[in-house]
């Protein structure tokens, strides 16, 4: 079945920099895989994409310039790295497996998500 | 950046009984709408896409509705397994954006 599995819980200084990882199992490692968090409290925030080739990724421009993701077909396994941490980025990451919807009106292809990692804990303190 | 709004926030309701959530938007989406069910200390699961269209092993009870900008996601008979946090999630444009959640619980 699929799985995804992710690293564990980090605690983190400000201004250091965190990397978490998601290990996908139980299917061909060819689709869109998405990163979510979840600060304590608040809603899920998307955060960003890497595609089926490592070829293209977008990111959401709340996290423009602070975030990396990367993905190694060979172990199957997608990477998130956050840079600059702030008290405020202590939050649950979750990677998700995207399934692609062509808009057929507008040409876009955008996402919802069929599967989740377990989700990790980032905690940023001093 | 698209906004999506849920209400309530929070719902009470017996088991058994039928309980409707409601998503909007701040611009249309056609029918790119999903809905995920939340439980504590596990990740979302997914409930629906395409607004109507339940994935794969969610049960009958659970049904959604709308276009454009108003969608409702419908439980028909609540069981105690179904007592979380449902988001809905929009997929019509970047970035991907979630409402803030409806949390059900036992009344």
């Known amino acids: 079945q699929v799985q995804l599995v992710q690293s564990g819980a980090e605690v983190k200084k400000p201004g250091a920099s965190v990397k978490v990882s998601c290990k996908a199992s139980?299917?061909?490692?060819?689709?869109?895989m998405h990163w979510v968090r979840q600060a304590p409290g608040q809603r899920l925030e998307w955060m960003g994409w890497?595609?089926?080739?490592?070829?293209?990724?977008k990111y959401s421009p709340k996290f423009q310039g602070r975030v990396t993701i990367t993905r190694d077909t060979s172990a199957s396994t997608a990477y998130m790295e956050l840079s600059s941490l702030r008290p405020e980025d202590t939050a649950v990451y979750y990677c998700?497996?995207?399934?692609?919807?062509?808009?057929?009106?507008?040409?876009?292809?955008?996402?919802?998500?069929?599967?989740w990692g377990q989700g990790t804990l980032v905690t940023v303190s001093s | 950046e698209i906004v999506m709004t849920q209400s309530p926030a929070a719902l009470s309701v017996s088991p058994g009984e039928r309980a409707t959530l409601s998503c909007r938007a701040s611009?249309?989406?056609?029918?790119?709408l999903a809905w995920y069910q939340e439980k504590p200390g596990q990740a979302p699961r997914l409930l629906i896409f395409?607004?109507?269209t339940r994935a794969t092993g969610i049960p009958a009870r659970f049904s959604g509705s709308g276009s454009g900008t108003e969608f409702t996601l419908t439980i028909s008979s609540l069981q105690s397994e179904d007592f979380a946090v449902y988001y809905c999630?929009?997929?019509?444009?970047?970035?991907?954006?979630f409402g803030q959640g409806t949390k059900l619980d036992i009344k």
């Open positions: 998700a497996r995207g399934i692609e919807n062509l808009d057929v009106l507008t040409g876009y292809r955008l996402y919802y998500f069929d599967y």
């Open positions: 999630q929009q997929y019509n444009n970047w970035p991907l954006t």
């Open positions: 890497i595609n089926a080739g490592n070829t293209n990724t």
């Open positions: 139980g299917y061909t490692f060819s689709y869109a």
């Open positions: 611009q249309s989406l056609s029918s790119n």
């Open positions: 395409g607004a109507s």
